[in-house]
C-alpha cells in the first residue's frame, strides 16, 4: 500500500505538469498568431499609408516632399524584407518589436527638435517647418528586450492636418508637444488629442497612451514662460494622469528621460509580455534543466 501510495503521490505532480504544460503550449501558440497578425496588420497600415500619401501630394512639385515619400516606400520595403522583420515569426527569444510614435502640436513647438535630440543628439538653430510627415527610427533595449520606436514627426500646419488618417493608425503611443512660452500652443494639446483619437480610431481610446511634453524650458532663462507647471499639471491629471515632462530640445533637458516613458507606454499598449517558445517541450525527463524564457511563470 506504501508504494502504491507513493506512486500515486508521484503521479499527481506529473498530471498537473501535463495539464500546465499544455495550457501554456496554446497560451503561447495563440501569442504567436496574436503577433503574426499585428504585423500583418502594421503592413497594410503602413501600405495604405503610402497610398494615400501618393495620391495627395501626386501633383507637388516639392523635391521635400517626393524624397519623403520614397523614404517611406524604402521603410516599407525594409519592413517586408529585412531579416528584423521575422523575428515576429522565428526569433526564439531577444525579439524586436517595431512600435509606432506619433509626435503632434503645434508648428514651431520644437516637434522635429526633441526627435532629432533623442534619436541623433543633435539640435539645430535653423528652424525648417515639416511637410507632411517625417519620422526617425531608434532601437532601444528594455528589460532584456529589443524593439524599434518608429518615431513620426507631423506637421503643424492646419494645411496638412488631413493626412492625419494615413499617419496616426497603427499608434502605439501619442506625444503632445507644445511651448511652455505660448499659451495658444496649451490650449490646443486638446484640439490635438481629439483630433488624433477621432482619426487614428484606436481600439480602447480612453486607455490609449498618451504623453505631454511642455518644451522651450531653457528660453529666456525661463521668463518668458506663460504656461506654468501647475497648470500643465492640471490639464494631464485632468485627462486620466498623462506622463507629464519640461523639456528643452536645444539643451538635452528631460528628452531621454521623456523618451523612455513614451519608450515604456509604447511597449505596454503593443504587447504585454515577450515569451520565449522552445521547439519542443520535454517534461517527463527528471534531469532536464530549467531554460530561461523570458518570462516569470
Not at 12 to 34: A, G, I
Not at 68 to 73: E, L, M
Not at 103 to 119: A, C, E, P, R
Not at 172 to 196: G, T
Request: charged residues 25%.
Amino acid at each position: 500500500m506504501l508504494n502504491k501510495t507513493n506512486n500515486q503521490t508521484k503521479l499527481s505532480p506529473k498530471l498537473s505538469l501535463n495539464s500546465f504544460t499544455n495550457y501554456r503550449s496554446f497560451q503561447l501558440l495563440h501569442k504567436r498568431e496574436r503577433e503574426k497578425k499585428k504585423l500583418e496588420n502594421t503592413l497594410k497600415n503602413t501600405l495604405e499609408s503610402f497610398s494615400q500619401f501618393s495620391c495627395q501630394t501626386n501633383k507637388s512639385t516639392s523635391p521635400l516632399t517626393r524624397f519623403q515619400y520614397r523614404k517611406f516606400f524604402l521603410l516599407f520595403l525594409s519592413i517586408c524584407t529585412s531579416a528584423d522583420s521575422l523575428v515576429f515569426f522565428t526569433m526564439p527569444s531577444r525579439r524586436r518589436t517595431l512600435l509606432k510614435v506619433i509626435i503632434l502640436g503645434d508648428s514651431g513647438v520644437g516637434k522635429t527638435s526633441l526627435m532629432n535630440q533623442y534619436v541623433n543628439k543633435k539640435f539645430s538653430n535653423q528652424y525648417k517647418a515639416t511637410i507632411g510627415a517625417d519620422f526617425l527610427t531608434k532601437e532601444v533595449q528594455f528589460e532584456d528586450r529589443l524593439f524599434t520606436l518608429q518615431i513620426w514627426d507631423t506637421a503643424g500646419q492646419e494645411r496638412f492636418q488631413s493626412l492625419g488618417v494615413a499617419f496616426y493608425r497603427g499608434a502605439d503611443c501619442c506625444v503632445l508637444v507644445y511651448d511652455v512660452n505660448s499659451m495658444k500652443s496649451f490650449d490646443n494639446l486638446n484640439n490635438w488629442r481629439e483630433e488624433f483619437l477621432i482619426q487614428a480610431s484606436p481600439s480602447d481610446p480612453e486607455n490609449f497612451p498618451f504623453v505631454v511634453l511642455g518644451n522651450k524650458i531653457d528660453v529666456d532663462g525661463g521668463n518668458s514662460r506663460v504656461v506654468s507647471l501647475k497648470k500643465a499639471r492640471a490639464w494631464c491629471a485632468s485627462k486620466g494622469n498623462i506622463p507629464y515632462f519640461e523639456t528643452s530640445a536645444k539643451e538635452g533637458v528631460n528628452v531621454e528621460e521623456a523618451f523612455q516613458c513614451i519608450a515604456k507606454d509604447a511597449l505596454k499598449s503593443g504587447e504585454e509580455e515577450d515569451i520565449y517558445l522552445p521547439d519542443t517541450i520535454d517534461v517527463g525527463s527528471s534531469s532536464s534543466q530549467p531554460r530561461s524564457s523570458g518570462c516569470e511563470c
